[in-house]
């Protein structure tokens, strides 16, 4: 993804290159951002929410591996939603300096939370807190082997 800068007497745009979708207020405030983010994710859109990161951003949702990088970032939203139909309904949106907090739920059942550091209007670390299994089985996707639940190797 090209990235391209524009400066008005307004703000600073970054934008994808062609993909007048992926443009963010570099001025933005973390809650605002968070705000945004949640809306490309309830539309599935990958290459929006991918917009969000800085290049090198962590993504670490607490039950899988942390995933580094814009691009990693960006397939593993795509991923997720070709596996599953998520949405994320607000319950709570916390600003404090340059972190929002997110407690959220969704149309399942299922709740967590997310910490986002935002650094210059992008999102530089997430984490999220979730129950994996929750997740699966009201997903109806398959479950892991007791093996692979514990980590160990098969």
């Not at 703000?11 to 949640?38: F, I, Q, T």
């Not at 907090?101 to 935002?118: A, K, N, T, Y």
């Not at 984490?127 to 929750?134: A, N």
């Amino acid at each position: 993804m090209q990235l391209r800068l524009e400066r008005s007497s307004a703000s600073l745009r970054v934008s994808a290159a062609g993909d007048p979708r992926s443009d963010l207020n570099l001025h933005m405030k973390p809650r605002d951002l968070v705000r945004a983010w949640v809306e490309a994710f309830n539309r599935a859109d990958a290459d929006a929410l991918a917009a969000f990161y800085t290049a090198d951003a962590t993504n670490h949702q607490v039950a899988e591996e942390p995933v580094t990088g814009r691009a990693a970032i960006r397939e593993m939203f795509a991923e997720g939603f070709a596996k599953a139909k998520m949405t994320c309904i607000v319950e709570n949106l916390f600003e404090d300096g340059e972190w929002a907090i997110l407690e959220w739920r969704d149309p399942l059942g299922l709740r967590g939370c997310g910490f986002f550091h935002v650094v210059d209007g992008r999102i530089a670390f997430q984490r999220g807190y979730w129950d994996k299994l929750s997740f699966l089985r009201s997903q109806g996707l398959p479950l892991p082997n007791a093996d692979q639940a514990l980590g160990n190797s098969v």
